[in-house]
């Protein structure tokens, strides 16, 4: 068990592509499993290598309500093999921008193809919170945030918010 530090809007790599996994070795299982943990414990539904600090094409998710059997789940070298035209807004929150809510609108649904832990080839249709938290999680290795789907206004004030959180973090 292994909680990492996650890195806070504005930060150089979370603006960074990341690079494709070759192999699902034991450092990228471990990876994977110490995501989670710190998923579970931030808490947030869903969690990307660069949120801490690395630049490598896995995130982890699980949307199950608080009531129901956890689903964590592991993608690796995601892609996008079909979205809906039908789009959902959903309220985003994002673990690097901490307390910043905004409405997206993205597909409603999303099928992605990827490589669970232990690097079989999956294939998975996801809906509602699943379908807006895998999308929002692959912009992450594409170096987006849902920010930036936002007007330039509201972008530079949440900015200058994360800018003045991480000052009062840094002196605490
Ligand atoms: O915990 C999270 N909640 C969330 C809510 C709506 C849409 C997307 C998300 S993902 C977010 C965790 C996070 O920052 N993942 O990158
Ligand atoms: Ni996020």
Redesign the pocket.
């Known amino acids: 068990m292994s909680v990492k530090q996650i890195l806070i809007h504005p930060d150089p790599l979370l603006k960074k592509q990341c690079a494709a996994v070759d192999t699902v070795s034991p450092e990228v299982q471990t990876l994977a499993r110490d995501m989670l943990d710190t998923m579970y414990d ?1 808490p ?5 290598a660069p ?1 801490v600090g690395v630049l490598s094409r896995i995130f982890v998710m699980d949307c199950t309500a608080k009531e129901e059997e956890p689903e964590p789940l592991v993608l690796i070298n995601p892609q996008v093999v079909w979205t809906s035209e039908e789009t959902s807004v ?7 921008l901490p307390e910043m809510y905004e409405d997206v609108e993205r597909p409603a649904k999303a099928v992605m193809q990827f490589l669970d832990i232990d690097g079989a080839q999956q294939e998975r249709e996801f809906d509602g ?1 699943w379908a ?2 895998a999308q ?2 692959l912009d ?1 290795l594409n170096g987006k945030l ?1 920010i930036d789907y936002l007007s330039g206004l509201k972008r530079s004030m949440i900015t200058k918010k994360m800018m003045k959180l991480k000052k009062e973090r840094a002196r605490a």
């Not at 947030?44 to 990307?48: D, P």
């Open positions: 931030a947030g539904v869903g969690l990307a949120q959903y309220n985003e929150g994002c673990l690097s919170l807006t938290c929002h999680e992450h849902f």
